[in-house]
């Protein structure tokens, strides 16, 4: 049995856990079992999940809470559990643990980008580098989700040295695909007519997802025809706040909040299209589920090319007039035919089937080289 520690922030419904989960449940879980530190006081969508699929969950406090908690309790951790590899998905503070599993000798240590973010500023661009490096010195394996996330992590000089391994946010490619009996189905819960247009959104009220773009992106949308609605799947620290925005501009009628969901790949199903005008991104998962389901997806400009490989998606600037994207919407709508859909052939050829993905992640678990 090879046992491996996921260092995450928490196990919700976010990208990273849901590709962690993608994973586990078509793992060979006889050879491979995963426990999970968690910095997070909040019970997690996911946690139960994972517990009946064996694995032990560590709930620590975040650093902001307690720098020197974290430590510790990182530490004992580390050091009590005998593990064969560690997989941090943090942010530039992987440092930590990974420093930790080098000091008590665990083999395999992998530190794994999931955002392509730039650094602002002459003190940005410093603390990246510092940050990188540390991680580098620590780390024996460098993962990412996709190119440009690989870059934003570990430099371009060490992408092209061939020392980081794409890991791609692969599916259950059956469950995305098209199904007009679920799309009535979930059309009927949330009380949305045929003729009706469903704009879909899927993320964490968090800066970083922008919810305030789209509550005014959709509200022109609303304008320019009263038969749309939008819905919104997720929670996070900003949920109340949008809340609050969307009653006071008189759309709660329209605007459907689903809080965090284990059946994102049913609810696509009833999607016309889905926005995401995230200000940041690595490789979003949901891009992959979506095109998958042969949804059109209508993203900002941040958003990296290399999720598009269906065609199906179209790049926007956050800084173009919102009539631009409201524009652009009904131009994808128009010619958005999910019945004949075959975008689940492009999503498997490009390396998203996670019957076939999951072998590279197993082997990365078995081999320290």
Not at 17 to 45: C, P, T, W
Not at 352 to 368: A, M, R, W
């Amino acid at each position: 049995m090879i046992r491996v520690l996921q260092v995450v922030t928490a196990l919700d419904g976010g990208g990273v856990e849901r590709m962690l989960f993608n994973y586990y449940r078509v793992m060979n879980r006889n050879q491979i079992q995963f426990d999970f530190i968690v910095h997070s006081e909040e019970k997690g969508l996911l946690e139960d999940h994972f517990i009946q699929m064996n694995s032990t969950i560590f709930r620590i406090p975040t650093r902001q809470q307690s720098l020197i908690k974290n430590f510790a309790l990182t530490k004992r951790i580390i050091k009590r559990g005998n593990y064969d590899a560690i997989h941090v998905h943090l942010d530039m503070m992987s440092i930590i643990p990974l420093f930790l599993a080098m000091i008590f000798g665990i083999k395999i240590r992998i530190a794994h980008s999931h955002m392509a973010t730039k650094p602002k500023g002459l003190l940005g661009r410093f603390k990246n580098k510092v940050f990188s490096f540390l991680i580098k010195a620590f780390a024996n394996k460098l993962f990412a989700c996709g190119i440009d996330a690989g870059i934003s992590r570990y430099g371009l000089t060490t992408i092209k040295s061939n020392k980081v391994k794409v890991i791609n946010n692969a599916i259950q490619i059956s469950d995305y695909k098209f199904d007009e009996s679920i799309r009535q189905v979930i059309r009927d819960e949330y009380q949305i007519e045929n003729n009706e247009i469903l704009i879909g959104h899927v993320g964490r009220f968090t800066q970083q997802k922008n919810h305030e773009f789209i509550i005014n992106l959709f509200k022109k949308i609303y304008e320019t025809n009263k038969r749309t609605k939008l819905m919104l799947v997720g929670n996070g620290e900003l949920e109340d706040e949008i809340k609050l925005k969307v009653e006071k501009m008189g759309l709660g009628n329209n605007i459907i909040f689903c809080g965090i969901r284990d059946d994102v790949n049913k609810l696509m199903q009833a999607m016309d299209i889905l926005i995401l005008p995230s200000k940041y991104e690595g490789l979003p998962v949901v891009l992959v589920e979506a095109q998958c389901s042969g949804l059109s997806c209508l993203v900002s400009d941040t958003i990296t090319k290399e999720v598009n490989v269906t065609g199906r998606i179209k790049y926007l600037s956050l800084n173009s007039e919102i009539k631009d994207w409201v524009n652009t919407a009904f131009e994808m709508l128009k010619t958005n035919n999910r019945l004949n859909n075959k975008s689940y052939v492009d999503i498997k050829n490009a390396g998203y089937d996670i019957e076939i993905e999951k072998i590279h992640l197993e082997n990365s678990y078995k081999f320290s080289n």
